[in-house]
């Protein structure tokens, strides 16, 4: 069981959009696969068509240990989806000991997927160090501009504390370049810049910048449901596959 | 002395871009502008042509109490600015009560800028409650897609706590929407929707998708100083001019 959190604490780079159609392209793909929403957004609740405000229990109370994972699991079309609601902002209150590792341990006998994608918010606080201390991969969407690139190293260090402190077999698998269009020069000279400073990191796929991903989340659906045919769906099929193979 | 948060709990929406541009803007127009980075990934620093790395003491601390906020003042072409830097990110294991005024409390001397802006992390923890604390109106950059339209919901919801229980003078300005393509309809939706839900909030400027914008921080520059005819330049312009009229 491959477990991978999408995790970048720069804003808006797109771990919400790559985590719901990574797991859509690898369940076309005959991949058994749940998805973990981890940001009190909801967003990638939201994404797959429902509404955070009428799940009663989500991943924050299986978080606190009140259930188990089984009671809030959403089975959409074979993709199983943990959701969140607003109250998982509330887990920095949470007066119990070693946090990061509520959720490794609340999902501790699930084994009988082969992948479970976790979407972060964007941040390095509690949640995302739960997500890392729970995964053994990390891919790091990166939006090709000049702030988003700079936001990258804080995740990098983080993650090297993260391996020392909570989980020496965490790795980043890889950085997914997003919302790339190669006519402006500046999301060819971030792609450039990511590739001299970390070297073999980036996959060779980039995901085009195209309306049909901010437009499929509007109507509760996956790329390959919305627009099979669309640059979103082929680069997020393309790079789905390089993720198969980065084992 | 107007004080006002740029903050939206949702990433990558605008917030750095229009917190310094919104500040030139209001320089050109012959205000006397502090910015404050409250964003332990300091893109406000980095924005302006400083480099986080090389920021011995920041914001960080000033808020702790251990120096004051004229240590840290960085005099750009006369906006001034109080730069941010990675420690930021410990904020949450200081051991002070009442760590939402910590911001207002360092800052109680100021009073002889014309304009205070904040650039707030994507984020409703402590240091945008600190921001929140200590400003009068917020601003709240919203880009005019799906994901983020849902994501402000919490954000409206946390200003009334705010204003229940740190500061009742604070409240929500406007909306500024960001990244706007007239030819996508999923922007002219959103527009729409905002202005249904949340009638006389949005700004009449729009910002337009631009790539100078993208391009300005990586010469450490601001819009006007980038590319002064740009759309970018002329839509945060018209926008100022709109914020002087709200007071
Ligand atoms: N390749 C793309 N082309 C065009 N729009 C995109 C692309 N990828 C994502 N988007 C849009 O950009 C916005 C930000 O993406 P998304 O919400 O996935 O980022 P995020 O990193 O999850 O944000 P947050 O930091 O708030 O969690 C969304 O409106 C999304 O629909
Ligand atoms: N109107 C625009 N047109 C084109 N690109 C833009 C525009 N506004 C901002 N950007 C770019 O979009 C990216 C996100 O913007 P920015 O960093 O200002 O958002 P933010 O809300 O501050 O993000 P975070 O949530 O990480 O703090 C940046 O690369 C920025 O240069
Ligand atoms: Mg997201
Ligand atoms: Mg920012």
Chains 1, 2 share one sequence.
């Not at 890392?132 to 990258?152: D, N, R, T």
């Amino acid at each position: 069981m491959r477990i991978i959190s999408i995790s970048n604490n720069k804003g808006g780079v797109g771990k919400t959009t790559s985590a719901v159609n990574i797991a859509a392209a690898l369940q076309i793909k005959g991949k058994k696969v749940c998805v973990i929403d981890l940001d009190h957004q909801a967003q990638a609740t939201y994404h797959l068509g429902y509404n955070p405000k009428q799940i009663k229990k989500s991943i924050f109370d299986v978080l606190k240990g009140e259930i188990s994972y089984e009671d809030i699991l959403i089975d959409r079309n074979d993709m199983h989806l943990l959701p969140a609601n607003q109250e998982l902002k509330d887990i920095e209150f949470l007066p119990i000991p070693a946090k990061e590792f509520l959720l490794r341990d609340a999902l501790e006998s699930v084994n009988h997927y082969d992948f479970v994608i976790i979407d972060c918010p964007p941040s390095l606080g509690i949640l995302t160090l739960n997500a890392m201390a729970y995964s053994k991969e990390i891919l790091v969407p990166l939006q090709v501009q000049f702030l988003p690139f700079h936001g990258m190293y804080n995740l990098f260090e983080a993650v090297q504390m993260v391996k020392r402190r909570l989980n020496k077999h965490i790795d980043v698998t890889g950085i997914i370049g997003t919302m790339y269009n190669a006519k402006r020069a500046i999301n060819r000279e971030v792609i450039e810049e990511t590739e001299n400073r970390l070297p073999g990191k980036l996959f060779e796929t980039l995901i085009r910048e195209n309306v049909a991903l901010q437009e499929a989340p509007s109507w509760g659906k996956t790329i390959f449901e919305y627009k099979a045919g669309s640059p979103g769906a082929e680069d997020y099929m393309n790079l789905t596959e390089e993720i198969l193979q980065r084992e």
